[in-house]
Nanobody
Framework: QVQLVESGGGSVQSGGSLRLSCAVF????????MAWFRQAPGKEREGVAV??????SYADSVKGRFTISQDNAKNALYLQMNSLKPEDTAMYYC??????????????????????WGQGTQVTVSS
């Protein structure tokens, strides 16, 4: 069983930065494929970034602005978000799955392909 707890969300102005964190409990963290997803009001949940053994992949909408990273010693996942835009406003979720990257590679997949989820942290970007 894996438990994920996100933190670090907040409100910023366009062009600002935020760093999200995800604490991972109850697992050998380094064995899992980890990802960040987001869901804006009225929209479907979408993948933002994925990481496995320090190999990363990003959605086109965030490439060059967001950076996903992991600290295996701390069982932590991060998402550094720079040059934020109003369209980045969403609830951000941390996700984990033991088999996803083994089966599909390190790429941004669909929410239904991921087994474990955190409760989310809200990011609001004002223009």
């Amino acid at each position: 069983q894996v438990q994920l707890v996100e933190s670090g969300g907040g409100s910023v102005q366009s062009g600002g930065s935020l760093r999200l964190s995800c604490a991972v409990f109850g697992s050998t963290y380094s064995s899992y494929c980890m990802a960040w997803f987001r869901q804006a009001p009225g929209k479907e949940r979408e993948g933002v970034a994925v990481i496995n053994n320090h190999i990363t992949s990003y959605a086109d909408s965030v490439k060059g602005r967001f950076t996903i990273s992991q600290d295996n010693a701390k069982n932590a996942l991060y998402l550094q978000m720079n040059s934020l835009k109003p369209e980045d406003t969403a609830m951000y979720y941390c996700a984990a799955d033991f088999n996803f990257c083994r089966r599909w590679g390190v790429l941004v997949g669909l929410p239904g392909q991921w087994n474990y989820w955190g409760q989310g942290t809200q990011v609001t970007v004002s223009s």
